[in-house]
């Protein structure tokens, strides 16, 4: 039946898909044959598993272990074999209405057998592209390319599976279009140097910036928040036991200590072999241990960012970054968590090198200070505005660190005492903003500033201001989203009529080298008059 | 309107239509209603001893914990209506809402990406709307109910007409 009503449907796309011969019109393609297989690979081994157990179970009830004879034999071969048939079927349906195009400006994919579905997205509009390679797709020398529109649900256009240099050919082309770059006199090189050198891991024009060694990772997810719920765990099955007097069941125990090692493995897989590295295209960050992904986001996509330390890591002063990066979206699985890691852990070095590539031109002079006292700084060194004193019994600890640093191109927001946490969104980046204030805070006029970003794992927060500088902040604030957003990087960052060029060309990793020229890029008239940007002229009543 | 603590200075703020009131006093007196029969249902079938198994401090003890909310609830409403507040300025939106928990919104017309009006049958009867502003964050959570159906209209051409002018992508 399922067959029947493809037929009938297969013949327009048949045609359609068979008469290439407008030779204007980019060609259809067809991912790789062996994807369904790939990607159905679950259900077909759940298939034979209970197929499989059905039959020995089935077996072995009768005495001994006759094995089935003549007729039922034949049935149940019979079965098995329409079974995969139908199976087969089914996998060819998919992978023959799945095709997708490449345009100068979209990309458009046709799926479906009984529901067809067809679907277009511009390439100006791309958050990010990830390559993503299963275990088993990298066996096949398969790869999975996602692409990224800001509508935070699912990606836009999913071609899984493809050859892993098809996909690299694919990324690059549609970086290639989708950055608006005028056919460059070295564009005609660059693509197929992309394609030829795909199998390989660096690609021309790209440059390392930062990879974690193992040692690191494993130490890192050792360190983790996991380690210390894990010793909670222990000490209260220890409570337990001293106090019921009896050892705790070994049983209880099993799913406890499976979900302590899935978080672990979850943590060490993912960011296994970390690497950053940053070309025109954007940033490019791959990691994986069995599944590998590659992903990529161009310049001026990412929404904001929180650089965040887990309390034991301050024993070796890690930091991890995350990002929130529209085409992502929110989800709370260990998945996307691994995609909106910007790094796992670094050192306050390595933190400030890829602050670099994200926040190229941070808005202050000194970005190292400033960025370092937003890491782990106190108090109003580096220029942060803290909590006034009277919020000390909300936040004992923690106020002389909630705080707010403005610079000219994006907002700090620092908090956390054991969980220390800074972060950033760029004045250009910010969607909305909103005071809020409980019963409690009204009375000791105290406020907190939300600023609302794209969904993702930051949300940044300036907590327990006084409510008078809250309120300066908010106004400024608005008026900094509208004014920074006019002098924006556009949407397709290399089109050359538009704006001044992103730097990744020259590449300057250094923090310092960085900002300079970029600090006078960002303070035309318009800003001056537009805000007061700097904090000095905040008031300070509170000391 | 008096100007709150977190509200930003020299805003003129504008208040929702009456009418919004007496729609929230007619369906918290649903509510009410509701809430009341269904959980003073047990009291009474062990007054009349039908269930005197039920035991009465729960028989009692619920209709009066639900009356008490509600009529703290009712009470609030005049104020929250009151509380809430929007002003169109030059380039973005001010939102306010709330007594205890207040908030203050800002949201720069550029980063609209749709508004929505909606009207249920309550309000349909009343005249009234309920407008709410979509940004790229889920965030914002920008709804504002109880306009005036012609007045969220002229609201939605304007802010779209505001947003069109400004768009800033995302």
Redesign the interface.
Same mark, same amino acid.
């Given at each position: 039946m399922t067959a029947g009503a493809a037929r009938e449907q297969g013949e327009e796309p048949g045609t359609g898909g068979l008469d290439p011969v407008e030779q204007k019109e980019p060609e259809w393609k067809r991912v790789h044959p062996v994807s369904p297989l790939v990607r159905g690979w679950l259900a077909l081994a759940a298939l034979a598993y209970v197929a499989g157990r059905n039959q020995a179970e089935s077996w072995f009830a009768g005495d001994g272990m006759d094995l089935p004879t003549g007729s039922a034999l034949f049935w149940s071969v019979l079965a098995l074999g329409i079974a995969l048939l139908v199976v087969a079927g089914a996998f060819f349906l998919s992978w023959w209405f799945t095709r997708y195009q490449l345009s100068s400006d979209s990309i458009r994919v046709h799926s479906g057998v009984v529901v067809r579905r067809q679907r277009q997205a511009r390439l100006d509009r791309v958050?990010a592209i990830d390559i993503v390679q299963p275990l088993l797709a990298r066996i096949f020398g398969l790869a999975e390319l996602r692409f990224e529109v !800001?509508d935070a649900g699912e990606s836009a256009v999913h071609l899984a599976f493809l050859r892993l240099p098809e996909a690299h050919r694919l990324r690059a082309r549609i970086l290639e279009d989708a950055s608006g770059a005028e056919a460059a006199p070295d564009d005609a090189a660059r693509s197929p140097g992309h394609s030829g050198d795909s199998g390989g891991d660096a690609v021309p024009g790209e440059r390392e910036v930062l990879a974690l060694s193992a040692g690191r990772v494993i130490a890192s997810v050792l360190l983790s928040g996991t380690t210390l719920l894990l010793l909670l765990a222990v000490a209260g099955v220890a409570v337990l036991t001293a106090v019921t007097g009896e050892a705790a069941s070994i049983a209880a125990m099993v799913p406890i200590i499976f979900g302590f090692g899935s978080a672990y493995w979850g943590l060490f897989s993912s960011g296994f072999n970390f690497r950053a590295s940053v070309s025109r295209e954007g940033i490019r960050i791959r990691s994986g241990l069995l599944d590998t992904r590659a992903q990529t986001v161009p310049p001026g996509r990412i /929404?904001a960012l929180a650089i965040r330390q887990s309390p034991l890591w301050r024993i070796t002063g890690w930091y991890s970054i995350s990002v929130n990066v529209?085409g992502y979206g929110?989800g709370s699985s260990s998945e996307s968590s691994a995609r909106t890691r910007l790094l796992p852990a670094g050192t306050p070095e390595e933190v400030l090198r890829m602050l670099a590539l994200v926040l190229p031109d941070p808005g202050t002079s000194d970005p190292v200070t400033t960025f370092t006292a937003g890491m782990s700084g106190t108090g109003t060194d580096a220029g942060f505005t803290v909590s006034p004193r009277r919020a000390l019994w909300r936040s004992p600890l923690a106020w002389r660190r909630s705080g707010f640093l403005v610079t000219d191109t994006a907002l700090l927001a620092r908090r956390g005492y054991f969980r220390r946490s800074l972060e950033v969104i760029p004045h250009s980046?910010? /969607?909305?903003?909103?005071?809020?204030?409980?019963?409690l805070q *009204?009375w000791q006029?105290l !406020?907190d500033l939300?600023l609302?970003?794209?969904?993702g794992p930051v949300?940044p927060r300036v907590v327990e201001m006084d409510?008078d500088t !809250?309120?300066a902040l908010?106004?400024e604030q608005?008026l900094r !989203? *509208?004014t920074a957003?006019?002098r924006?990087l556009p949407?397709q960052w290399l089109r050359p009529a538009g704006g001044p060029q992103p730097a990744p060309d020259e590449p300057a990793p250094a923090v310092p080298s960085h900002t300079v020229p970029s600090h006078t890029v960002s303070e035309p008239a318009e800003s001056a008059s537009a805000a007061p940007v700097s904090q000095e002229e905040l008031p300070h009543d509170h000391r | 309107m008096p100007s709150e603590?977190? =509200?930003? #200075?020299a805003v003129q703020w504008q208040r929702v239509s009456p009418k919004y009131l007496r729609l929230r006093q007619l369906s918290w007196g649903i509510e009410t209603v509701i809430t009341l029969l269904v959980t003073g249902l047990p009291l009474v079938l062990r007054l009349t001893g039908i269930w005197p198994g039920y035991p009465a401090w729960l028989a009692w003890g619920l209709p009066v914990f639900f009356a008490v909310t509600l009529l703290w609830r009712g009470l609030l409403l005049p104020r929250q209506v009151r509380a809430i507040g929007y002003a169109e300025r030059h380039? =973005?939106l001010l939102l306010r809402r709330g007594i205890?928990?207040? +908030?203050?919104?800002?949201?720069?017309y550029? +980063?609209m990406q749709y508004v929505d009006v909606a009207v249920g049958p309550l309000e349909r009867a009343f005249g009234l709307c309920t407008l709410k502003l979509h #940004?790229?964050?889920?965030? #914002?959570n920008?709804g504002l109910a109880g306009l005036p159906a012609e007045e969220g209209a002229r609201l939605r051409e304007h802010l779209s007409a505001r947003g069109e002018a400004?768009l800033?992508?995302?």
């Open positions: 958050q !800001a /929404q529209a929110a980046r910010t /969607q909305s903003l909103a005071l809020e204030q409980g019963p *009204r006029r !406020a939300v609302h970003s794209t969904p949300s409510a !809250a309120r908010l106004d608005a !989203a *509208r957003r006019r924006d949407e | 603590a977190i =509200d930003p #200075t380039e =973005d205890f928990f207040q +908030r203050t919104l800002v949201v720069p550029g +980063r #940004t790229a964050a889920p965030g #914002t920008a400004q800033a992508g995302l």
